[in-house]
Structures are given as C-alpha cells and as structure tokens.
C-alpha cells in the first residue's frame, strides 16, 4: 500500500454523530456492496456494489471530515465505525481507513457478517479494529440461511478467529417475530456466545419496517411485510434471556 490517503473506496453515506454503532459518539461510514441478501435488511441499496448514487470517496477526504469530530470522539469515548453493506468486500479500502484513523488515535469498530475469509488482508484490517460488531443472524444453521441466503460456516469461523486473536466484539442479533425468536435457537445462540470469551456485550435489535420503501423503490421481494414489530416486553424478554447468561445486553 502506497500512500494510505489515496486509497478509495465505494460509500453508500456517512453519520457524522452516530450513537449506536460502537461507544460514544462516532462517524460511521457505510460502505457499498454487501453479498448477503438478508430478509429483513434496512438498506438494500447498499447490496449492489456500483449501486445508484453511490460514491467514491478518497481516505484522505473521509479523514478530513472525520478529524472535524474529534474532540466529540474524545469526550464521549467515540471513534470511527465502518459498516456497510459489508465492509469487508473493501479490505484494502478497509485497512486504509483504519490504519489513519489509528495513526490518529481514534478508536476504531468494524460492523460485518464475518462473510469473508480469513486471509492475510483480513487479518491486517483486523489488527486495525478495537471493536467488532459481530451480527450473527441466527446460530440454527437452517434459519441464517433463510434469512441471509448463504451458510453459516464462514460467520462461525470469522466468530472463532476473534476469539482466538483476542479482539474485542459486540455480538448483535436481529429479533424477527416468526423468522428468528425461536425460545430453543435463542438458548443455543446465548450458549455459543457464553464460548466467546472476547464478546463484552450483546445487542438485541428488535425488526422494523423502517426500510420496507427500500425494497419496493428497488421492486424487490420484501417478504416480511406483513411481519410486526416486536413489542418492547417481548423484546426485553429476549434480552433478559441473554442477561441470564451473563451477558451486558443493549
């Protein structure tokens, strides 16, 4: 890699004050292209890597707004998040990122499926992440791919890798009434994360219908139409399931 501020690559948008994506206060930047098709995905346009209105933009330029923010990254214990889409399809736009953010001091997360393998690039983007947000859509084999279109194999293994390397990792989980609130997978989910001696908390993130215009702009299938929003106590439930086995649940 030659000079790091040269390397582009394909954004969807960026959120100069996010507060969900990571501790504190953060520029999260949402790359374009994702090679899961999830069911309930909330941003179906970032699928398509050369998808409409997507644009390039240089590490160079992201960093100069990004630094901008800094002293909001530095009071609230924020940083930079890079998400997608899956941002692991731009491992040398990835790794170009992080490392400035790092040469910046600004603590660092990466949102992924963990849908990728695990090579020497992937590796190098890793030793550049503080945190990973870790969504594992379902631990039922048959469920994630339902949901996402593809086996679970990779995630699994991409989970392992972080633990083995020791770093740090949120687990999240989308609760979808019908399609991923199944009382036993939920009990083996929490299980398999108890494994995870890296995973500091877990989030449960309750399905909505705030990206369903998405995918009919786009005259996709969007068959959870008809699917409601968990209500609060259903979803406190779950995320009590998951307290009771230890975890610091969001």
Not at 83 to 112: I, N, V, W, Y
Not at 115 to 126: R, S
Request: glycine share 10%.
């Amino acid at each position: 890699m030659n000079n790091i501020n040269d390397v582009v690559g394909k954004i969807h948008s960026v959120e100069t004050c996010g507060t969900v994506d990571g501790p504190g206060i953060r520029y999260v930047v949402f790359t374009q292209g994702c090679p899961l098709r999830c069911m309930y995905c909330h941003n179906p346009d970032t699928w398509d890597a050369n998808g409409k209105g997507s644009l390039t933009k240089s590490v160079g330029e992201l960093m100069s707004d990004i630094l901008k923010y800094k002293s909001y990254f530095k009071f609230s214990g924020g940083g930079v998040t890079l998400t997608g889409g899956e941002p692991l399809m731009q491992r040398e736009f990835a790794l170009a990122l992080l490392s400035a953010c790092k040469g910046e001091g600004l603590h660092t997360a990466l949102d992924t499926s963990g849908f990728g393998d695990i090579d020497d690039l992937t590796k190098k983007v890793l030793s550049r992440t503080d945190l990973v947000l870790l969504d594992i859509k379902s631990i039922n084999a048959d469920t994630f791919k339902k949901v996402s279109g593809f086996p679970i194999d990779k995630t699994l293994a991409f989970a392992e890798y972080l633990r083995e390397a020791g770093i740090t990792a949120w687990a999240r989980f989308v609760l979808v009434p019908g399609l991923t609130d199944n009382e036993e997978d939920l009990h083996a989910l929490a299980s398999y994360l108890t494994t995870l001696t890296n995973v500091e908390k877990v989030g449960i993130l309750p399905f909505h219908q705030m990206g369903a215009y998405k995918w009919q702009e786009l005259k996709l299938n969007y068959q959870l139409k008809d699917t409601p929003t968990p209500s609060e106590t259903e979803t406190e439930r779950v995320r009590d399931l998951f307290r009771s086995y230890g975890f610091i649940v969001r």
